[in-house]
């Protein structure tokens, strides 16, 4: 079964899933300007597949023998859109590099389920990145 080590690692992945779907439905309410709606709604559609994230992965911390983490990660929602865009970049940047290292850990315990849940989940990170980068302007 699953070491101690993925199953934390799993964990701190779901507390980040459960950080930014909150994180970017409320950006999703409260940002402001001429881009405004816009920005709402990518906000929203990226906030509700973090939720299906957080779904698939505490399924697979339960089936591995692990509870499920209810805390999210520290929710940061920014000031002014900008602000809001260069958080969630960031923090979609953090993810892909951490589910990196998860494929890698689940490859070397020959969890092979896990490592193609996150290679799905990372594919899904580096589209909001490209979308967030891409409403930044860059
Ligand atoms: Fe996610
Ligand atoms: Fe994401």
């Not at 459960?18 to 439905?25: F, G, R, S, T």
């Not at 591995?64 to 960031?90: C, S």
């Not at 590099?97 to 996150?118: N, S």
């Amino acid at each position: 079964m699953a070491s101690k080590e993925l199953i934390d690692s799993l964990n701190e992945a779901l507390a980040r899933e459960l950080q930014v779907c909150i994180q970017y439905m409320w950006q999703h309410v409260m940002v402001k300007g001429p881009y405004a709606d816009e920005f709402s709604n990518a906000f929203r559609r990226i906030a509700l597949q973090e939720m299906i994230h957080a779904e698939l992965i505490g399924e697979r911390v339960d089936y591995l023998g692990g509870i499920p983490a209810t805390v999210p990660a520290e929710i940061t929602i920014g000031g002014d859109a900008t602000q809001m865009l260069q958080v969630d970049r960031k923090a979609e940047e953090e993810a892909i590099e951490m589910y990196r290292r998860i494929i890698e850990m689940a490859e070397a315990e020959k969890d092979y389920t896990t490592k193609r849940l996150f290679e799905q989940i990372l594919a899904d990170e580096e589209d909001h990145h490209n979308t967030f980068r891409t409403l930044l302007g860059e």
